[in-house]
């Protein structure tokens, strides 16, 4: 039963990191852009939410309310300010602003709020659980799969039912062919950009409620990010919500071998794969 | 001759230290269908894709209604009223053949094309149209992308190697549906290899010749002998 209840911990972790791969995999099949700075918006995201849910005084998670505006927006203008301006035919000007951007938001953190770690208070939801035959899961991680799956779904329906979805998917195919039916390719990279960090929000103060953080952690959450992503297979959600849940899996399936394998585990996991599908579990179909 | 809907003044174009245009002098009338010959690398393209806004040019060096577009981005002239219908089709993959025809129609520009008077137009794409569009044979793509730059209803349309890479029988049945799009009152100009077909559906031809007007004439009343001297640049 232990092992069971390893699996399914994990699973409900995947939860989490779909939620930081969402915003990732959207900005990459929209603009072919790669975010380094991505773990650290995520982690930004999570001090808006203290911040505001301590200046406000209410749970971190109505403060959402205000912290998903404030990422998109700042997405919107960071997008329009400066990524736009270092998208090209090469992939390398973006790699190295969006490090650097990485660099500057660590060190803005760092000296607003110091290197003491810090957690949101998310009061009787952090310890409640529910009862399943013999396991006992906890309701915040169920919580948390249910919105990643919620925001998947979300994100899913937006991209094949509405008119932006089918401008983004226009804009991905041919930048050029969009530009001649009146789309505004800067814009639309706006509004992708403005998305992606509206659910980098939300998987931010999740982030927050479960463990605590500090200004240098959002690297290791670029790198699961990544790496769900890269599971799942490029341009794909549903894979990315997958390669979350494998992802976490592996994870706690690891640290019940052995506590210091957790996070080896699922490197390890996710090399295998990538050896095995390069291409992830599921790509896309249509290249 | 009423105001031109599209005067170019001594347009120049570049690609990096390559020059593609030179000092190129074109007008259209509104209602006008203009036809624009040339050999491979004379300059039609370029010219299309500078009108579009696909490349930036001098302001001034194209004008649209009286108005400078040459350095308008392609985003912007197409919300003026100007389609292309792109060389190769270029239809989104990713979009079903309905979307393909919806994005067209996204600036909202009001007239008379819509979704159902594109289906009327060519009826074989309402059967499929939530097919991917990379599913179609050539010739129904080439419909898509028409329907596509008609959705947006253009005042003037930008037509660009619309018969290249397609059976004799397709071309023939893409060409007998111009005169019910260009019937309108639409403004067009078309780009063709096929002369025959360039000088059947338009009213004056441009010859290029390496990015220069090398002819300009009544399509009725030109000769071919003329036409092969600007073509082939003998003298």
Same mark, same amino acid.
């Given at each position: ?32 852009? /790669? ?50 301006? =270092? ?10 602003? =969006? ?30 659980? /529910? ?11 169920i919580l948390t799969f249910v919105v990643a799956v919620g925001v998947i ?98 994870? =706690? ?31 896309? /179909?249509?290249? | ?43 039609? =393209? ?60 996204? /600036? ?22 939530h097919q991917a569009s990379t599913s179609l044979s ?98």
């Amino acid at each position: 039963m232990d092992w069971v209840n390893a699996v399914i911990q994990g699973a409900l972790l995947g939860g989490l990191y779909a939620l930081f791969a969402a915003g990732l995999s959207l900005i990459f099949g929209v603009m072919r852009l /790669v975010n380094i700075a991505h773990g650290d918006l995520i982690v930004m995201a999570a001090y808006l939410g203290l911040t505001t849910s301590v200046a406000l005084g209410v749970h971190p998670l109505l403060a959402l309310v205000l912290v998903i505006p404030m990422m998109a927006a700042i997405g919107y203008v960071l997008q329009r300010g400066i990524l736009n301006h =270092t998208l090209g035919d090469d992939l390398l000007p973006p790699l190295l602003v =969006t490090f650097g951007l990485s660099v500057i938001i660590q060190n803005v953190l760092l000296e607003g709020y110091s290197a003491d770690p810090q957690k949101m208070n998310g009061g009787a939801l952090e310890t409640a659980s /529910v009862s399943v035959g013999s396991l006992s899961l906890g309701l915040l991680p169920i919580l948390t799969f249910v919105v990643a799956v919620g925001v998947i779904a979300g994100l899913q329906w937006m991209f094949y039912h509405t008119a932006l979805g089918r401008s983004f998917r226009a804009v991905s195919d041919n930048q050029d062919i969009a530009q001649l039916m009146g789309l505004n390719k800067r814009h639309i990279f706006g509004l992708a950009m403005a998305l992606a960090l509206a659910v980098t929000a939300i998987g931010g103060i999740f982030l927050g409620i479960r463990t605590s953080f500090d200004p240098s952690i959002g690297g290791g959450r670029l790198i699961f990010g990544f790496e769900a992503v890269i599971i799942g297979g490029l341009g794909n959600l549903w894979g990315t919500l997958a390669g979350g849940v494998i992802l976490g899996v592996a994870q =706690t399936v690891g640290a019940k071998i052995d506590p210091g394998w957790q996070i080896l585990a699922g490197h390890i996991v996710f090399l295998l794969i990538l050896a095995v599908r390069p291409n992830g579990l599921f790509p896309r /179909v249509s290249a | 001759m009423p105001e031109p809907i599209l005067d170019i003044r001594g347009l120049d174009a570049h690609y990096g230290d390559f020059q593609a245009l030179y000092g190129l002098n074109l007008t259209l009338a509104p209602g006008e269908v203009l036809a624009i010959i040339g050999s491979n690398g004379a300059g039609k =393209t370029t010219l299309l894709r500078s009108i579009s806004g696909l490349m930036s040019n001098g302001a001034a060096q194209i004008r649209y209604r009286g108005t400078p577009i040459g350095a308008l981005r392609a985003d912007q002239v197409a919300s003026l009223g100007i389609a292309l219908v792109p060389e190769g089709r270029q239809l989104f993959p990713s979009l079903s053949v309905e979307e393909n025809l919806l994005i067209g129609g996204r /600036v909202k520009r009001a007239g008379p094309w819509s979704l159902s008077k594109v289906y009327e137009l060519f009826p074989i794409l309402q059967d499929r149209r939530h097919q991917a569009s990379t599913s179609l044979s050539g010739g129904q793509q080439q419909m898509v992308a028409i329907g596509r730059a008609l959705m947006a209803n253009p005042d003037l349309i930008l037509f660009d190697e619309i018969s290249l890479g397609l059976a004799p029988i397709i071309i023939r049945d893409i060409y007998a549906a111009l005169p019910g799009i260009v019937g309108g009152g639409m403004s067009a100009v078309i780009v063709e290899q096929d002369i025959s077909k360039a000088l059947s559906v338009s009213s004056r031809v441009y010859c290029l010749q390496e990015g220069r007007v090398s002819l300009e004439g009544d399509s009725a009343t030109v000769s071919r002998d003329d036409i092969s001297r600007a073509y082939f640049g003998i003298a």
